[in-house]
């Protein structure tokens, strides 16, 4: 039976990860998607065990202490992570997973597992990321100002990647995953 293999998607906020991979999720049945835990408060519509495992700070730690997962990483004030075991069991089952998590996180998942397919989700450009950073409305200019400057270094990361595919349309971004998908398999 075949192993599944380790998607990692990346790329600053605002770059439309979500957007794009639930079209692809929602399009190639083989793919598993990895639900992250974070300590950051539930967008409106988000529901624990959904879109994220919602954690406290505590329990967080608690698990890092415990070394429960693949990775994890502090950005904007908040931790974000990815359990290990699920992940460990999915491909075991022969699906590809795919996680979508912070640049700081895809560096330590490709320190452990080489064999992992690296994918950035750029912006067309770096006003059109503030747009869309503020055309959310889930967060005050601070915020927003704080994400621009982080995301300034992980564009700046992108050579780091075996894919870097950059979402003017999502349309044409998720056409080029599919594309990236079909090689791979």
């Known amino acids: 039976m075949r192993k599944g293999t380790l998607y990692v998607f990346t790329g600053p906020s605002g770059a439309g990860k979500g957007t794009v991979l639930s079209r692809l999720l929602s399009e190639d049945e083989k793919l598993f998607f990895s639900i ?40 904007v004030d908040n931790y974000y992570g990815t359990l290990e075991a699920p992940v460990n069991e999915k491909l075991e089952e022969g699906c590809d997973v795919i996680l979508e998590i912070e640049v700081q996180g895809a560096m330590q998942v490709h320190e452990k597992r080489p064999d992992a397919v690296m994918v950035f989700i750029a912006p067309p450009s770096f006003e059109e990321l503030a747009n869309r950073l503020r055309g959310r409305g889930t967060e005050d200019e601070a915020k927003v100002q704080k994400r621009l400057e982080t995301a300034k270094g992980e564009l700046a990361q992108q050579d780091k990647f075996d894919y870097v595919v950059v979402n003017d349309t999502v349309e044409r971004a998720v056409e080029e995953l599919h594309g990236i998908l079909a090689k791979r398999r």
């Open 36 to 75: 992250s835990a974070t300590t950051r408060a539930p967008r409106p519509g988000e529901k624990d065990g959904v879109q994220y495992y919602f954690l406290t700070k505590e329990d967080f730690e608690a698990k890092i202490a415990a070394n429960a997962f693949l990775e994890h990483a502090k950005y």
